[in-house]
């Protein structure tokens, strides 16, 4: 039925025009959700592939701290203490849930295209901070505060990365490939984050191969500089990228009703925090104390020795990615997540029941500690970004996501503060069997709160959450100024105005 026979269609006696109207834009959005001209289309997939080339930067910073924790150690023994590692690898965490909770609020109320531009040059100036560090008078304590400050701007750019290309892409997959909207998402968000784990391993190796031994220092600040250049390659399309037609359509930019968002989502808000918060609390202190473990466990072995076992362990964790991509549509979102956390349930316990004992086989060790890795990947890795873009309607998306992202990252911050005294005060067996304690926790939460989002079109969210914005009494606009339509339950008109 077309707008105007449904605007036309109100009954005089009733007078209900508010909801005929929100039922008109409801058809609306849902038809031109999938109209694209000819660089709407374009457009979509260069924004596809942008956030690919966009967040692999982000992998890449996420996993850069795994082998500069071990030169710094080598460089400054006495300075560089379990403090002052943790306090330097946070600060990237203290950043990122910063950024992604305010890139979050400035892709739904500005625009996606603003805040993928800024997140991109906030990754490039602290990278380059971080690149040029020096205390002063050559003071070591003052060249890791300076990593400190410059880790932490390169965290804001890096966390609004997550919200800003995440939602962006999701949108895009959605108006190009609706049914496969899952897997092309997973390879253009989660792969190539994965992906930045053996990225900076391998960049690492070769430039100490080609620096040696005996310029470490030359070593890091080369792969911190190399930082600089990977969110470069995407900048010139940033500037010229258009907004999804969801978001042009659907963008709600004054007068938020959050109140409302709240009574309507607040189920997948647990799901999708609680979930996202277990997930770091496991993955990413392993990520970046990785290096150190396998050091520890390698005994009085060379740094490239631990760089390669570090690359052999990323390596397995690939895998798990490309898995949950296969099973995302086939077995579901929700179910994919559920089989990834019992992974932790599995492979947590084998390793730390086992643990004085597996360590003595370093392959076999390094095999399950990869495998557990890649179980993770499967589910919450790949899944918790899907779920988080799917489950929330257009105007309130980049919000929702980057506060799931940010409860996430402060699972995280916690998990990585709180690894070093778990491994001295319980022993290095505890940081396993609390992932399966984790893996336990966030199968129960995904079960009970995470929607499974599995072939539903994007749009038909949004003219649900219109309706239901409708039918409790919100007025305001909606859209981008080009394309603006005005909520009000007094007035309906038709023609290039609907009222919802």
């Not at 800024?118 to 380059?128: D, H, R, W």
């Not at 190399?226 to 930019?253: C, D, N, Q, W």
């Not at 397995?316 to 995302?328: K, N, R, T």
């Not at 597996?358 to 790949?382: A, C, E, H, R």
Request: hydrophobic share 45%.
């Amino acid at each position: 039925m077309s707008v105007e026979k449904d605007i036309n269609s109100v009954d005089a006696k009733t007078g209900d025009l508010r909801k005929v109207t929100a039922k008109a834009h409801e058809a609306e959005i849902k038809v031109a959700a999938h109209d694209l001209n000819r660089r709407e289309s374009l457009s979509a997939y260069f924004t596809i592939l942008a956030a690919g080339f966009g967040l692999i930067s982000d992998g890449y910073q996420n996993n850069l701290m795994t082998m500069s924790n071990v030169i710094f150690k080598e460089l400054y023994p006495n300075d560089y203490t379990s403090t002052v590692s943790t306090r330097v690898s946070n600060s990237l965490l203290v950043g990122a849930v910063l950024g992604q909770i305010f890139v979050g609020l400035i892709c739904d109320r500005v625009g996606r295209k603003v805040a993928l531009v800024s997140t991109t040059l906030l990754i490039v100036i602290g990278a380059i901070l971080g690149t040029a560090a020096h205390g002063a008078h050559g003071s070591a304590q003052g060249l890791f505060w300076f990593l400190t400050i410059a880790r932490g701007i390169t965290g804001v750019g890096v966390g609004g990365e997550y919200p800003a290309s995440s939602t962006s892409a999701s949108e895009a997959a959605n108006e190009t490939a609706q049914t496969n909207r899952g897997p092309v998402f997973i390879m253009v968000t989660n792969f190539v984050l994965s992906f930045g784990g053996p990225l900076a391993v391998s960049v690492f190796l070769i430039v100490l191969s080609a620096a040696g031994d005996n310029h470490l220092e030359t070593v890091w600040r080369v792969c911190f500089g190399i930082g600089i250049l990977l969110p470069l390659t995407v900048f010139f399309f940033r500037l010229r990228m258009l907004s999804s037609k969801l978001y042009r359509k659907g963008a709600i930019k004054r007068r938020v009703p959050y109140g409302l968002v709240f009574k309507r989502y607040w189920r997948e808000l647990i799901g999708t925090c609680g979930a996202w918060f277990l997930y770091d609390f496991v993955t990413f202190p392993n990520g970046v104390f990785s290096g150190t473990i396998i050091s520890s466990v390698i005994h009085n072995g060379s740094i490239k020795a631990t760089a390669e076992w570090q690359l052999l362990l990323g390596i397995i964790a690939l895998p798990g990615v490309f898995v949950g991509a296969y099973l995302c549509n086939r077995l579901g979102r929700r179910n994919t997540m559920m089989l990834g956390f019992s992974g932790y349930l599995l492979f947590g316990l084998i390793i730390g029941l086992a643990y004085n004992k597996i360590t003595k086989i370093i392959p076999l060790f390094v095999i399950f500690y990869g495998l557990m890795q890649s179980v993770g990947n499967m589910g919450p890795g790949d899944m918790l970004g899907l779920t988080s873009s799917e489950s929330y309607a257009t105007p309130i998306r980049g919000t929702c996501y980057g506060l799931s992202a940010a409860i996430g990252k402060t699972g995280a911050a916690i998990g990585t503060q709180a690894f070093t005294p778990i491994q001295n005060n319980l022993g290095k067996q505890w940081t396993f069997i609390i992932a399966a304690i984790c893996g336990v926790t966030g199968v129960l939460i995904t079960y009970f709160c995470v929607p499974d989002m599995t072939g539903v079109d994007l749009a038909d969210e949004d003219a649900k959450f219109m309706k239901y914005l409708a039918d409790n009494g919100w007025e305001g606009e909606v859209g981008e100024d080009s394309e603006k339509v005005f909520a009000d339950h007094h007035v309906a008109e038709a023609g290039s105005t609907e009222r919802l």
